[in-house]
């Protein structure tokens, strides 16, 4: 392999995305596979204070884009920023996370460079000097082993919390500078502001452990018994399809096919039947337990520990228990 890895690293609140650490740890290892160098890409305002964190992840060199046209997210806007630095350091991989923005810019990116993008993966692999990977196909059903077959750059993006970032990798980088022309980087949209999740909360895709409701409450002020037990373990809240539907809790809370895919090390399902578009969104965390009075529900067919009953009883005495 002649070329170089792309890192692209996610930025969130003025600091690195804990996925970001996750996406160099698995570049650093396909650099050391293939020979070539790790290259982490910055783009923000303000981002330059973030290379030293990149440097941990066991890159061989940051490029930083700092702009405060780059202040807030935008597709358009870092896509064109992305694949220019890309052709500059002479890319063969582009690396990235399957993040809310990560799924905008890296689609995106495909369409511009008009390359290959396999997303979502929960495994990398080399077999006979060629990488491969695993993705989740069908609603989770099945698990896709995928390769490359074009000489473009080619895209893989990463499922947050599906790998373990190495330890001992820290490198010192070099550090780049790549230029912002407001002449050639565009957007129909402008950017304002960012709101992020009230409470303090962590957000779905990074947290070890989700408490998660749906049609068993039997009524939206049922699920403050969902928050209680979250607020017990430091989880996070999430819930059903149809109980956002019902208009009972927000749509950020909403895990499945149409919602938020996680990977907790912990998912507690409460009054959750288990529809496939659910399992789809939550089916490859690490531990799962079910709460459910119908024995048949399709949710204890994955889980780890089930247990049968009616969650309305069960739940006040788990929050007593903890």
């Given amino acids: 392999m ?10 969130k609140n003025g600091d690195l995305s804990p996925i970001a650490m996750e996406v160099l740890s698995e570049g650093r290892k396909l650099a050391d596979k293939f020979g070539s160098k790790l290259i982490g890409v910055l783009i923000g305002d303000p981002v330059s204070d973030l290379e030293a964190k990149c440097g941990k992840g066991g890159v061989d060199k940051v490029v930083v884009c700092q702009n405060e046209a780059l ?18 350091e002479s890319a063969e991989f582009i690396m990235g996370s399957a993040t809310f923005y990560g799924k905008a810019l890296f689609s995106r ?26 993705h989740p196909g069908y609603g989770g059903n099945i698990i896709m082993k995928l390769g490359f077959n074009i000489d473009k750059p080619k895209i893989l993006t990463l499922r947050p919390k599906a790998f ?8 010192e980088p070099e550090i ?4 912002f022309d407001p002449t050639k980087y565009s957007s129909n949209t402008k950017v304002t502001e960012t709101v992020s999740e009230g409470g303090g909360q962590v957000p779905l895709t990074e947290a070890d452990i989700i ?16 928050e209680e037990l979250a ?8 819930a059903s399809r149809a109980i956002v539907d019902a208009g009972w809790v927000p749509y950020k809370h909403q895990v499945g096919q149409t919602g938020k895919t996680v990977n907790p090390k912990l998912y507690i399902a409460c009054g959750i039947s288990g529809a496939i578009q659910h399992l789809a969104g939550m089916q490859s965390s690490k531990y799962i337990v ?5 024995p048949d529900a399709p949710i204890f067919k994955i889980a780890t520990w089930g247990i049968v009953g009616n969650d309305l009883e069960i739940l006040p005495a788990l929050i007593k228990k903890l």
Avoid: H, W
């Fill in 231 to 238: 607020a017990k373990l430091g989880a996070a809240t999430g």
């Fill in 2 to 11: 002649s070329g170089n890895i792309i890192a692209y690293c996610e930025v």
């Fill in 211 to 226: 408490v998660s409701g749906g049609r068993g409450l039997k009524e939206a002020a049922n699920y403050k018994l969902i």
């Fill in 164 to 171: 373990t970032p190495q330890e001992g990798i820290s490198r």
């Fill in 71 to 88: 202040k807030y997210f935008n597709d358009q806007l870092y896509s064109g920023i992305l694949a220019d630095i890309s052709a500059l």
């Fill in 290 to 294: 079910a709460i459910n009075k119908d």
């Fill in 109 to 134: 990116l495909a369409g511009m460079m008009e390359t290959a993008l396999i997303p979502d993966i929960i495994e990398i692999g080399v077999e006979n000097d060629n990488l491969f990977s695993k």
């Fill in 176 to 179: 780049a500078e790549f230029p």
